[in-house]
Structure formats: structure tokens, C-alpha cells
């Protein structure tokens, strides 16, 4: 489900379910205003509840924006690790099914991914949201390991570095291009279509694109 706040809908708070009920909430708030454009008890209020109820689950407003950013990430590393799907038929090929779903999950949950990386919180602050961002980057570290299998080890660059330049292309092209923006600059070819080419050409430059499609 989406949750890009485009119906403004308020939710109304059902006994038992107020976590819930302020989950929504936030990521209403967050399609609407952006992740730092509501207040702790503004979120209160589209929830149908008192100021004092959130206090019942979340310290204060980031904790709430930290589940809701965790949920966010462990949703993308399912979406990622179903593209991944080990690899097959051949890790070059999954892998740009995943850079898809990097975007697609962009365009789709633009809420979640504002929450995800521009709600501006600590990780060192948030365990749980740090180890979720960590299990989401692991699938395409996990992919970058399985793309190099076959390169030399004198020649095979380390894991560590493709995943983070593949993830910097994956991400700037979801953030520019990619999330819906209609103000965002035209481009002739589909972002999909982009990540490929940035890609292909990145990994041509380490020589690694020929030995990936196998």
C-alpha cells in the first residue's frame, strides 16, 4: 500500500490499534508536508487522539519517525532481496532488477522513503533503524559479491565500493528523476532505462560487465 498522503484523510483511532493509528498518521503527514513538516501532537490530532496518547508508544516525535522509517526499510530489503531472487538467471540481469525496485519502491512509498533518508535522524540513536538500513544495503552488497564471483582476485575491486557507487547512482536517480517530481527535469530516456546505462557503464570501467552476465 501507498501511503503518499494525496487523500489528507484523517484516520480515526480504533481501541488497541494507537501505534497503528499513528503510523498512519505520520505517513500521511510525511506525503503531505514532508518529514519535518508536522508536529508530535499534529500527529496526534490527524490520528483522532489526545496530545498525551502518543506518549503511550513513542518517546517523542523521532521515535515515532523511527519506526516508522524502520518499517520503511525492512519493506525495501523485502522488495530488494524479491528482485535479487539469488541472482538468477545471471547476477548482471538481477541486478539491474534490483536497481528497478530501488526505484519503483521510491515512486510507489514516496513516504517511506522520505522517512527512509531525509527525516535527518541518528543511527547511532535508533539501533533498530540502523540494523534495518543495514539489512536493506546488504542485498545489494550481497549482489555486488555475487557480481565480482568470477573477476581475478588481482583484478576484482572490492565489494564494499561497487555496492556503495551502485547504490549513490541507484538512489540520486530515484531522488532526481524517479519519485514522480512534476517539476523534475524531462529526460528522454525512463529512469529504469538510465540506471542501466550508469550502470553498464560503471561496471565497463572496472571490467567486470562481461564477466557478470553469466
Known amino acids: 500500500m501507498s501511503w503518499s498522503g494525496k487523500d489528507g484523510g484523517r484516520r480515526g483511532y ?5 501505534r ?22 499534529e500527529a496526534a490530532r ?4 489526545s496530545a498525551a496518547a ?44 534490483v536497481g528497478h525496485a530501488y526505484l519503483a519502491f521510491a515512486r510507489e512509498e514516496p513516504a517511506y522513503f522520505s522517512a527512509m533518508f531525509e527525516s535527518g535522524l541518528s543511527a547511532s540513536q535508533h539501533r533498530e ?3 534495518a538500513g543495514d539489512r536493506a544495503f546488504a542485498v545489494l552488497r550481497g549482489a555486488c559479491e555475487a557480481l565480482l564471483a ?16 551502485i547504490w549513490s547512482l541507484s538512489h540520486g536517480i530515484a531522488s532526481l528523476f524517479g519519485r514522480g517530481d512534476q517539476a523534475r527535469r524531462p529526460l528522454p530516456m525512463s529512469p529504469e532505462e538510465l540506471l542501466e546505462a550508469a ?16
Not at 159 to 164: G, I
Open 129 to 131: 533503524l540502523h540494523e
Open 46 to 49: 490527524h490520528a483522532g487522539v
Open 150 to 165: 568470477n573477476v581475478p582476485a588481482e583484478r576484482r575491486p572490492p565489494a564494499m565500493m561497487v555496492a556503495l557507487h
Open 20 to 41: 497503528e493509528a499513528l503510523i498512519t498518521a505520520a505517513l500521511e503527514l510525511i506525503g503531505q508536508k514532508g518529514p519535518a513538516g508536522f508536529t508530535f501532537a
Open 199 to 214: 550502470t553498464l557503464i560503471y561496471l565497463d570501467g572496472l571490467g567486470v560487465a562481461q564477466r557478470a552476465t553469466g
Open 54 to 97: 502518543p506518549y503511550r508508544h513513542f518517546r517523542d516525535r523521532d521515535a515515532l519517525m523511527a519506526d516508522v522509517a524502520r518499517r520503511g526499510f525492512e519493506l525495501f530489503a523485502q522488495r530488494l532481496e524479491a528482485a535479487w531472487d539469488q541472482g538468477r538467471p545471471a547476477s548482471l540481469e538481477a541486478l539491474h532488477r
Open 14 to 18: 480504533h481501541h488497541g490499534n494507537l
